[in-house]
């Protein structure tokens, strides 16, 4: 009987990934098609990579892409690692509730948070709008010969960078917070009773404590941001385009290989991070359970 259930839960999980992975392997496979069918196989070329790699709009909503994720990822990590040190030093309640809002970003559906920002941005920039033009007006009128331009604001690269630090920095609170209820509270006091300064005490003792919760926390922000769509065509407008808007373009206007070489670039990417990050985890594990024994 056991041997049976063994059996049947062993199929149904087996289906269960065919269904999952499947397509994305009947893309990979595609992506070095010869002709241009995502039906019919024509032969093995590379020939979809290369015509990716001179598509300029396409090299450019990469290196858009890249850029705000790695400057979101850098920015999310250090500003999400010190609010969780924060958080760590707080009462339990006063945490419990702040975390419990920390959360909901998370947990939001990424659509109202894409929206949200973007009604955000469009007042806050209409206001400062208004308010240069009215400024130009009044010095128009009483002839002043200071002139002071500001500058017009509008949706774009720094807009969509923004509303990516947003979302990546509750990530990182949740990967950091962890490692420091882990960490030994009296060695931050040990290390001050040494003469050591707050900062220093946190360079030197909380730091490589919660070297791994920070590593995970980036890679995550780092993921999010590369994958992330919805949010990016609200805030990015209409001057930056990320890799996800771009094959999103793509597609409305017809179905090319090239989204298959790019959609597998990309997953290509993400994988690799994802064993990276559980390679590194595994090493730790066994480097602690050798301390224990």
């Known amino acids: ?96 509730a702040l975390l419990a809002v920390n959360n909901i970003p998370m947990t939001n559906a990424d659509i109202v948070t894409g929206v949200s920002l973007c009604l955000l941005f469009v007042a806050v920039f209409g206001f400062w709008n208004e308010f240069a033009a009215n400024y130009q007006v009044t010095l128009n009128l009483f002839g002043s010969v200071y002139r002071i331009t500001f500058p017009e604001l509008s949706l774009g690269f720094g807009t969509m960078l923004i509303a990516h630090i947003t979302f990546n920095i509750p990530y990182v609170i949740l990967s950091v917070g962890p490692k420091l209820r882990q960490m030994d509270r009296h060695l931050v006091d040990a290390a001050r009773d040494l003469g050591c300064t707050w900062m220093g005490a946190f360079f030197k003792v909380i730091l490589p404590e919660i070297k791994p919760g920070i590593i995970s926390g980036a890679l995550i922000a780092f993921t999010m941001s590369v994958d992330d769509f919805v949010i990016s065509y609200f805030t990015g407008g209409s001057s930056a385009s990320t890799l996800a808007r771009e094959i999103y373009s793509m597609a409305r206007r017809r179905i090319s290989p090239e989204i298959n070489a790019v959609s597998t670039l990309l997953f290509v990417v993400v994988l690799a991070l994802l064993v990276v990050n559980n390679i590194r985890e595994a090493r730790i594990a066994k480097a602690e359970a050798r301390r224990q024994y």
Do not use: C
């Not at 839960?9 to 002709?35: C, E, H, Q, T």
């Not at 892409?65 to 958080?87: D, E, K, N, R």
């Open 1 to 96: 009987m056991r041997k049976q259930r063994r059996v049947g839960s062993r199929l149904f999980m087996a289906l269960v990934f065919l269904f999952l992975y499947a397509p994305i392997l009947l893309m990979i496979i595609f992506s070095f098609n010869a002709g241009n069918s995502n039906v019919v196989w024509q032969g093995f070329s590379l020939h979809w990579y290369e015509e990716l790699f001179q598509d300029r709009s396409i090299m450019q909503s990469v290196y858009t892409t890249l850029l705000v994720s790695i400057l979101a990822t850098v920015i999310a990590t250090v500003a999400g690692t010190f609010a969780a040190v924060g958080f760590y030093s707080m009462r339990r309640r006063t945490r419990g």
